[in-house]
């Protein structure tokens, strides 16, 4: 089985998840989102404290035009710690049961809005869905390591890969 994460606009380039369950996590979702999902879940989307700050610095450090600014934000708003500790609730942690459950039995599709699963809560939720699953893969559409990072330097070799989601996750990818 597989655990599948990709964003809305991504999502209709996929038809052979027919027989998987297709989940939206976002806390609010647009009309056509139950019209192409299973069904949406916001109780494992962001918080709404955790959401507006994530919104609120990556405003500013787009207005400031800084290079991926969405991992200035994510790191800003210690983003993982705090969507992490949100999961352990009841609340989350019922519907995370819940969503472990089917994961055992098909594939399982997690859509949110945002494309890259670096700075996104669907790889986080993903990872604690299959934490106690053996034989259960997580693929991330599009694959993180496919997505280049501007990180401002425009004399970089353009054959370099830039900085990857292990260098943001022990901090030496942010600026």
């Given at each position: 089985?597989?655990v599948?994460?990709?964003?809305f606009?991504?999502?209709?380039?996929y038809?052979?998840?027919d027989?998987?369950?297709?989940?939206?996590v976002v806390?609010?979702?647009?009309?056509f989102?139950?019209?192409?999902?299973d069904r949406?879940?916001p109780?494992?989307?962001?918080?709404d404290d955790?959401l507006?700050?994530?919104?609120?610095?990556?405003?500013?450090?787009?207005?400031?035009?800084?290079p991926?600014?969405?991992?200035?934000?994510?790191?800003?708003?210690d983003?993982?710690r705090?969507?992490l500790e949100y999961?352990?609730r009841?609340g989350p942690?019922i519907?995370?049961?819940?969503?472990?459950?089917?994961?055992?039995g098909r594939?399982?599709w997690?859509?949110c809005?945002?494309?890259?699963?670096?700075?996104?809560?669907?790889?986080l939720?993903s990872?604690?869905?299959?934490?106690?699953l053996?034989d259960?893969?997580?693929?991330?559409?599009?694959?993180p390591?496919?997505?280049?990072?501007d990180?401002g330097?425009k004399?970089?070799?353009?054959?370099?890969?830039?900085?990857t989601?292990?260098?943001?996750a022990?901090?030496?990818?942010a600026?």
């Amino acid at each position: 089985m597989t655990v599948h994460t990709t964003y809305f606009g991504r999502l209709p380039s996929y038809e052979s998840f027919d027989q998987d369950a297709v989940f939206g996590v976002v806390r609010y979702p647009k009309g056509f989102v139950e019209r192409i999902t299973d069904r949406y879940i916001p109780a494992v989307a962001p918080p709404d404290d955790l959401l507006n700050a994530y919104k609120t610095v990556e405003a500013a450090a787009e207005e400031n035009d800084e290079p991926n600014a969405a991992a200035i934000t994510w790191n800003s708003v210690d983003f993982e710690r705090r969507y992490l500790e949100y999961l352990d609730r009841d609340g989350p942690q019922i519907v995370l049961e819940e969503l472990t459950d089917r994961a055992r039995g098909r594939d399982v599709w997690l859509v949110c809005w945002e494309k890259d699963a670096r700075w996104c809560h669907r790889r986080l939720l993903s990872n604690a869905i299959v934490a106690d699953l053996e034989d259960i893969e997580i693929v991330h559409h599009p694959d993180p390591s496919t997505i280049l990072i501007d990180d401002g330097n425009k004399s970089a070799d353009p054959d370099e890969s830039g900085p990857t989601l292990a260098d943001f996750a022990t901090g030496e990818g942010a600026r």
